[in-house]
């Protein structure tokens, strides 16, 4: 096996949210041995109101709902791990095609020219990924399939964030302002992962105005004096599932295909499920050397079929829908109740993960959900 | 901080090739690129829009994803190279 990585180190190119779910623990349990950042207890909703006014409830659960941590040092982690276990890693290497053979995918191109064959092909390239626009599986995504946001890093002292923070996460909602969605500051160790979800993919979304909004608060002033802002980064959340995730020889996972459910705040843990899922059903195609496309569709039986995934994917699309519809106060109004989902005892439940074949767990978590949404709660 | 026209502290690796390129008989100039990028990275130059400002690029691709013209042929610059969050 060959990890192939667009950086010199591995997670340098990442900008995101900075935090996998008790979700994605479920799907890669292994992770919770890396190297975490703050374990989170529960979260603040802020609503920021005019006249420099907020309110802010904040709930506090019996375990862990989110795990903070620093890409670059995780993600270099999480690629020692597969070399642990035999693979090679390849940095500052873009894959610019693929090599196609009887329309079967069975290798790809390097920017330096290079042609690497394998029995299968793995494609984890992002959002915009070549490998799967080559491929002829993925396309443009725009409007309501694709979120913009911004995301920067707040340098703070550890003693200064524990004080500010404790192990919350926080999220604000602006009634009256250009934001339509929602912005977050997570607690790290070494100050704080600051993120603007801008919005939906229209050309008229100002990123720009909504992040230097949203630092003009006074609350926020207030959060993050004395800190130092040390970078910024802009990437997008695709939430449309490409309408195929395998083609013969080829298997498209995380951002690529679309794993993403933003207000929910899952992106990583679809990623790791499509992940797991991927390398499963490719060891299967590599141990019977058969990796048709038959042997493939096992890739997208396994996801379609996952019960977490289902139940999510329906809260995440019903919290669109409504969301979509509604106008804005009613939205903060929703927000209120579907942030319930950050302190709900549904990630605790499955915070230690859930044994191979054994769905009951899930199928518990699925039953609360609905009990949830049949109470009101998530936008129904 | 002011965020004026781009992000500041928009980190790169080494400065990226020139990874985005427009077909120019498909442009419309429709302004969509220029309007929707973060980091001001497009210009009207005669007829078209193009990528004039690598150096600012944070990568995200929205350019790409609104150009309903699919004038837009984006790539990833080189390994190696290009945009980094070397905090994230």
Redesign the interface.
Known sequence: MVQF????TP??????G?AITATGMVYAPYLLEGPIEVKVTGSRVYYILRNNKYCMFETVMGGYGMYTI???KFDPWHAQQACNAGSELR??????DIIKEDDKVVGVT??EGEKIFAEVVIDA?G??S?VARKAGLLG???GTD?I?Y????V?LPEKIVEERFKQLCEWYLTIGGSNYSFNWIFPMRD?V?VGVAGGY?????N??QQ??EF?NEPIIKEKLKGGK????????DPEKLIEKTYAPGLIVTGHAAGFVQPFIGEGMSFGLMSGRYAAETAAEAISSGDASEETLANYEARWKNDPLFKTMRIYGQTLKDYLLKRPQEEIINTMIAASHWYASPVPFMLKDGVKENDTKKLEKAAKLLIRLENLGIPGT | MEIKNKFPLIHHEEEPTQFIRVIEEKCIACGNCAEICPQNVWRRVGDIYKPVNYRDCSECGACWDVCEAEAIDFNDPKGGTGVIFPNV
């Open positions: 990585e667009k950086a010199s997670g340098t190119k990442n900008a995101c900075s620093h890409r670059t940095t500052a290497t873009t894959i610019t390097t920017d390239g959002a915009h070549i443009r995504r725009t694709n913009l911004a995301t920067a890093f340098e100050g992962s993919m229209t050309p008229k979304l990123i720009r992040a230097q630092l802002i040390k970078s910024w980064g802009i990437r997008t």
